[in-house]
Structures are given as structure tokens and as C-alpha cells.
DNA sequence: GATGAATGAGGCTTCATTCAT
DNA sequence: GATGAATGAAGCCTCATTCAT
């Protein structure tokens, strides 16, 4: 029988769901090209071939786990910004971002690695999540530059992506966590740092940028 | 090892920069893991065998490939940054940034996207060069903060990696140049922003920020 | 075993044809080894485990598809030289062979190509149906032969065997009807010739030969 | 270097025969589907990859047999019959086939046997080398009607599939050597018959048929 | 009996690397 | 140094078969 009741549905999408996630620490641990299929399915406990009952290919299982998290991370952020002014929207995107980055480490390093590869990826997958994130962010931005909020020297489309860029990067640097930066002696590993509280950084640096306002306020 | 005294450069290390920039293109054609040494040999000119007798392997080629090219870009650099104040200096980082990747664009390619590979390459793979470059503007950004042109609202390594992830990500776009940006028709593929004109509007959201500054000027 | 009871051929008996019968279109579509079971309980609208209530192997329902169409053209051979003499036997079988030939095509195409698969069906399986098929033609040209009719120059499981490939030959050719003979221009695929026609054909070459008989008629 | 030698082009024309006849042998002994690369490989006593060097897939090694085996045929046929009247061309045409049957049987099991194949080999693939063989016998037969010394009852593209269909059959029988012939006990395995000397029993049946001449010389 | 989701063994093929010339 | 034919390890994926429901 293929009719499924509500409990039944846990049952299959539950392993739709584990074989997503566990390919989504498999691929955090040994990058998507290193890691084997074979590895995916024992990290999820099911046969190899069971992967193809819910998955085209490998490059399938990518794909599919990028778009869950896309869709994840747009919901997340629709509820966050609902029902605020373009300005606190802003605040609110950049806040939940990095929240929803220090919450899911696994993603996060998929998301920010791997899906960088290009081809098939970048250039040759359309990546309309992707698309429809950057222009979440553009459409703030652009409210906030009618409502005069924010200055119109930059393009709307321009300004999300250097928002991404920044976002993007210091998800990068807290996954990554073993750059040595410039507090500690050169190879040292600093601890990670707090990464929500960089949407305050990330915040100032949107907003009013790093020069100093000595006579600001 | 593939360290060459300056005598290897007048006839074979002629050759070996026929390698490397042979695989620069390959790589940024292919992707890293699509693309064939044997590919590459032929991009060359040479036979396969011959890259491995200037490269350990695959690997060593992509890793000799960035160091190269980072190389090349902190001299461009520093030279663009001597003896300039720190606030200039920032400036001139930015647009020389740029305009390098405007000027090599299959380098760029290979940098922003092949080298975010995690295995290996970021997480094996100490990437002092990339360590240096951080800690260039790192140290730019310090020395503009001690001599209070910038807020230290923000920690030095931090700004660093946030101006990073700005320019990393602008050269990414135009490197694609693909993605549907809010400004077109949905699908629409805008024609390659200048990526060098994009300097002034980095330089405007790192110095001033987006907000819209109704009393200046 | 697939051996089933009178009993069984009300309900689960017309299941077991069904999926036979399936078997026989999906093997002549894509060939034995290139089709897929499911592919073949898809056809004949059950589920994949189904198939293995009524067959031991994918193998099991070749050889079972061979037999029941060897059994049947048996029969139907044994029915139309029943009670004819030795000359009028060889025309008869001929004739039936070829008629049910163009009857069933789909069996045609496995019968003249799939069986002959080596491994498992020709060599392995002592295949007891087509032998009893091989010894009712020679059993008629052996009395054709006692009786006068028949030259004795040949031994009769010879004759039989090239009778047979005779037969075998046009059915193949009937069925695929894609080589370019002479008659056409190269290339061109001539419309399938008529194979009953060819009965006649078929038995001019067996009883005269083809040499030219200018004295005759 | 490319350049060969005429001493170097046995060298490398050396292990692409080899692999040829090993994969051959080993289609021969389990049939093509059940026949694994690295077999093919091992008999060559070459690596599976050497393999991929001289032929583009597993399919590729057949039909390169296929070809290699239908040229050679084809070249001792027209050998045979150069310079003959279309009566002893056919003859000869007879007696030559079923010798180099005789001579090579691993190649003619292969031929005879996996070639039918449907799939890619009889339906998707032109098979031109077939069609040559063909036309060559269809050539001799439509010389031997206009001599007047073949009947014109029967097309000549027909005759010659009947014709082919025989030798075919002979082929097959006596390469397989294990169905019950009528002469032994029901599942005794008679000895190969002559192929050779069968040769006189086709040009008896294709020439005056089966049936007994008793007034005729 | 019927189902079809799950299994997992197994093969074709690729391609980085080697080494005899 | 240069070559490129040869190597062979390794992985993605298929699909016949099973078995819990």
C-alpha cells in the first residue's frame, strides 16, 4: 500500500530525512567530492542503494540538502523581519542568520563550502533558492533606501551581496575556527568566536560603517 | 618539494609556469575535481607525465596555483598601500583588490571558488599566504584604529575578515555573473557590473555605511 | 518450483499468464539482459515481489515464456500434420511454423534472438522443448525419407537442423526488417516481406533446391 | 613519441589483438552479459584500464570483434570465389564459411550466439558489416538467376537469408555440439558431426532440394 | 496471497600516478 | 629532462531478490 497516514509519514520521510542529515555531516567532515556514498548510508543506517530510493545521485543529495536549508533559512527569516520596519529588518536578517549559522554547524559548513564548487553548482544548477534569498535581502534594502533609511549610493543588489559577503565570510572563519587571526601568535588556533554577537559587528559595520564618529552622538 | 632556485626559471621553470597557468584556466573551465591532469597537459603543451616533474601532485598544483597568485597579489599590495596613511591605505587595498581580479579573471575564479574546498585546502591545509593577506589588512586596520580614524567598535582580525568577505564576494558575482539580481527581469542575466567602479561602493559601505546621512555634506 | 495444479488456473493461473505475457513484451522491447523485473511487473500491473510468487528467477520466466510457446507451437504443429502423409507433414509444419511466426511477434522476437543467449539457456539448460521440436520435424523427414519422398544424401537431424535455420532466419529477419537487401537502394529499410508468402519460398528451396529446372513444367 | 616503427605497430597492434582475442575467449565461455571486464583483462594479462585505451566500453569490444571477425570472413570469401562461375561461387561460398567456422570456433560461438542480441547489437547498432556479407551472397545468387543457372522463384535477398539461415544453424549446432540429435538416445551428446563434410549437405539441399530424383542420373 | 521498500553484492569505468624508454 | 602507455585502486550506481506488513 502507498497510502500513508499521518504517523506512517515520520516513518518515510523520516529517513529521507536521515540520510539528508547525515550526508550533511558527511560532507562537513570530508567535503562533498571526498565523501562516499557507502559513507553517507552507514552514517544514516540504511543499505547504499536505499539512498537512491529518495535520491538521484550524489550531486542530488547536494542539491536537495542545500534547498532544505534555504528554505529553512528564508522561513526563519520571513518570520523574523515580519511586521518591522525596513531598518529593524535589517537587524533582524543579519541576526537570525548568524544565529541559524551557530545553531546548525554542519550546515553551515556545507552550505558555505561546498556549495561554492563550481560547476554544477554554481554555474551550471540555476540555485533558485539562492536567488530568492538574495532577493529577500535586496527588497529590504531597497525599502530602506525609499523610506530614506538608507542611502541610495549603492545599488540595492550590490549592497545585499556585499551583506552576504560579510555574513557569509564570518560563518566561514566560526566554522572553520583555525585561521589565525591577528590576536593570537602566528599558527595559533583562537577559540571560536561568539558568532551572534558579531551581528552586533556586522551591524555597526552595515549601518554606520568603521569610521570613527567622534562628534556623532 | 617544488622549490626552484632562480636557475631552474630560465628553462624549465618557463615550463612550469606553463603548467600552472595552464591548470588555472583548466580548473576555472572545469572545477578542481572535473578537471583531468591530462587536461591540463595538453592546455600546456606537455606530456602528462612532465607535471609531475615540477608538481607532487593534483593537489600541489592548486596549492602552488594560490600561492602563487597570492603572492603576486601582496606584492601589488604592498606596493599599492606604501607609504600611504592608514586611511589611504585601506582605499588603495580595496581598489588593488579589485582591479586584480578584474585583471585575472580565471585566477579569480580558481580563488574564490576552488579554494573554499574544505578538505585539503582549508582545513588540511595551514594557507599561510591567506593568513598573511588577512593579517596585512588586519594590520591596516589597526593602525587606523590607533590613530582613531576608525572605531574600535569592531575588533581588528574581525573587520578584516568582514571587508574580506565583501570583496570575496563581489568578485564571486562577477565572476558568475549569472545570478538574477533584483534590478533585471526575473531569469534576466545582467551584463558583468564593473567590478572596478564596485571599489567606490565598498569604500563607501566601510567607511560610512549604508545609513543615509541626511546632515552630511 | 512453478509447477501448479488445474486449481490454480482459475484466478492466480490468469495472474501467471499475465505476468508471462508481460514478460514477453518487455523482453522483446529491450532485450533480456537490459530489461528490468520491475519493469516487467509494472506491465503486467503487480507488484515486483509478485513476480517471484509465480517464477523462481528472472531467469526462471525466460526459460517458462520459451517452454509455453515451444509447447504451444507444438501443438499446434502436432495439429496440423496430424494424419497427413510425410510430403504433406514438411509443408504443413513449415507452413504452420512461419503462420504462427507472424501471429505472435513478440514471441517471435524472443524466441529467435533472446534465446539464444549462451550462457544459462543454451549451454546450461538442457532445453528438452526445443529438442522435442527438433525430433518431430526429423521424425517426418526420416519416414519422408523411408517412404521415397526424401533423398538420403542427407542425414535427417541435418536436414532438420537446416530446415530449421531456414525458418529461423526469415522469422528473424521478418521481425527486425531493418537489414538493407539487395532489392532496395542502400540504406533503405524495405517494408517487411510477407512471411507466409515465404512458407512457399521455403518449401521450394527444401524440395527442389534452387536450381533452375528448364525441363520442368 | 607517436611514431611506430613497423616493428612498434606489432608491439602496440599486439595488445589490442590480444585483448580482441581474450575477450573473445571469454565471451565464448560465459556469454557476453555474464562476462566481466577485468576477465577479458586478466586473459589478455593486461590491467582493466589497458583495456579502456584501445576500446571505448564493454560494448565497443563486441562489436569490434563483431567487425574484425566479418572482415576477415568476408576477405577469405571473396578470396574463394574470385574468378569463379556464379555456380561454383556458390559452392565455394558454402564450403569457405563453414571452414572458417570450423577453424575458428570461439569466434563463431560469439557470432553466432551473442550477436543476436537485440539490444544494441541487432536494433540499435547498423550492423554494416552484416548487411556487406549479405549482399555478397545476394550478388552471386541474383548472377546465378540471370545465368539462368538458379531458379527465379525465390527473391534473391530472400534465398540468401534462407541460405544464411542454414550455415548459420550449422554453425550453431555444432559449436554447441549437446542437443540430442535424433540418432542418439534422448539426452546423449553425440559427437561434433563433420562441419566440414556438412558442407556437401547444403550445396545438396540448396541446389536440388530435398526431395529423392529417382529418375534423374 | 500481495505488496513494494529495503537490501547489498558486484561491475563498469575513470583517472591520478608511475616508469621504462 | 620528457614522454605517454600502462596501471589498478576505488566509487557510483543498478537491480534481482527478500521479507515484514
Redesign the pocket.
Known amino acids: 500500500?502507498?497510502v500513508h497516514s499521518a504517523a506512517d509519514r515520520t516513518?518515510?520521510g523520516d529517513?529521507r530525512e536521515r540520510i539528508l542529515f547525515a550526508a550533511e555531516r558527511i560532507f562537513a567532515r570530508h567535503g562533498f567530492?571526498?565523501?562516499?556514498?557507502?559513507?553517507v548510508?552507514k552514517e544514516a543506517?540504511?543499505?547504499?542503494?536505499?539512498?537512491?530510493?529518495?535520491f538521484?545521485?550524489?550531486?542530488?543529495?547536494l542539491i536537495s540538502l542545500f534547498e532544505r536549508r534555504m528554505l529553512e533559512l528564508t522561513e526563519a527569516l520571513q518570520t523574523a523581519i515580519a511586521g518591522k520596519s525596513p531598518r529593524e529588518q535589517l537587524r533582524a536578517f543579519i541576526r537570525t542568520y548568524l544565529q541559524k549559522c551557530a545553531d546548525e554547524a554542519a550546515a553551515t559548513e556545507v552550505l558555505t563550502i561546498e556549495l561554492r564548487q563550481s560547476s554544477k553548482f554554481m554555474k551550471e544548477y540555476e540555485n533558485p533558492a539562492f536567488a530568492d534569498f538574495l532577493r529577500m535581502l535586496g527588497g529590504i534594502i531597497t525599502a530602506a533606501q525609499a523610506s530614506g533609511d538608507l542611502t541610495q549610493a549603492i545599488p540595492a543588489h550590490i549592497a545585499a551581496r556585499m551583506i552576504f559577503g560579510v555574513l557569509d565570510e564570518l560563518a566561514l572563519a566560526w566554522v572553520l575556527a583555525k585561521q589565525p587571526f591577528g590576536g593570537g601568535a602566528a599558527g595559533a588556533r583562537p577559540k571560536k568566536f561568539d558568532i551572534v554577537r558579531a551581528a552586533d559587528w556586522v551591524i555597526t559595520l552595515i549601518t554606520t560603517g568603521l569610521e570613527a564618529h567622534k562628534e556623532s552622538k
Chains 1, 2, 3, 4 share one sequence.
Do not use: E, N, Q
Request: glycine content about 10%; cysteine-free; aromatic content about 10%.
Open positions: 500500500m502507498t516513518g518515510s529517513k567530492f571526498a565523501a562516499k556514498v557507502s559513507d548510508a543506517g540504511v543499505a547504499d542503494g536505499t539512498i537512491y530510493l529518495y538521484k545521485s550524489k550531486d542530488d543529495l
